[in-house]
């Protein structure tokens, strides 16, 4: 299943990077975001380990992030975690000096063949809102950031 979100964001690209690579300060702006672990850190590669909640529903995962802030671009992949697979990426597109957007792309699989049908819908649903709801907190952190360096 692949998904796509985007937002347009009231901050030039650097900031919003910046924000994106933050990811252990997720948690004190994005609700469903419990806990974000770096486990480990070299060069343009990070290994962190995740912990979501969806709607009542914990999941935890590991997964692999190469970012190219030239580029302002992050690639993600599953590392190990409750779905079979989870990759994607998010690219930060400049709008003009002081807006861009933002977008996310993901694609994903469960790995349980007679229940897919039923609750993969249901899934995608849910997933499709986490990712709105993420791209809304970065771009409210991110203009909180460009507001406060004018």
């Given at each position: 299943?692949n998904?796509?979100?985007?937002i347009?964001?009231?901050a030039?690209?650097?900031?919003?990077f910046k924000?994106?690579?933050?990811?252990?300060k997720?948690?004190?702006f994005?609700?469903d975001?419990?806990?974000?672990t770096?486990?480990q850190d070299?060069?343009?590669?990070?290994i962190s380990?995740?912990?979501?909640?969806?709607?009542?529903?914990?999941f935890?995962?590991q997964e692999?992030?190469?970012y190219?802030p030239?580029e302002?671009?992050l690639?993600?992949?599953l590392?190990?975690?409750d779905?079979d697979k989870?990759e994607g990426?998010w690219?930060?597109?400049?709008?003009?000096?002081?807006?861009?957007?933002?977008?996310?792309?993901?694609?994903f699989d469960l790995?349980i063949?007679?229940?897919?049908?039923?609750?993969?819908?249901t899934?995608?649903?849910k997933?499709?809102?986490n990712l709105?709801?993420?791209?809304k907190?970065?771009?409210?952190?991110?203009?909180?950031?460009a507001?406060?360096?004018i």
């Open positions: 299943m998904l796509k979100e985007e347009e964001i009231n030039n690209q650097d900031i919003v924000v994106m690579l933050d990811l252990e997720f948690p004190e994005m609700e975001v419990k806990k974000i770096i486990l070299e060069g343009n590669k990070r380990e995740w912990e979501a909640e969806i709607d009542g529903l914990l935890k995962w692999e992030d190469i190219y030239q302002y671009k690639t993600y992949k590392i190990k975690g779905l989870f990426y690219e930060i597109i400049k709008l003009n000096d002081n807006k861009s957007k933002l977008v996310i792309f993901l694609s790995n063949p007679t229940l897919k049908s039923l609750i993969m819908p899934i995608k649903f997933v499709k809102k709105a709801l993420m791209l907190a970065i771009k409210s952190r991110a203009e909180s950031l507001i406060n360096q």
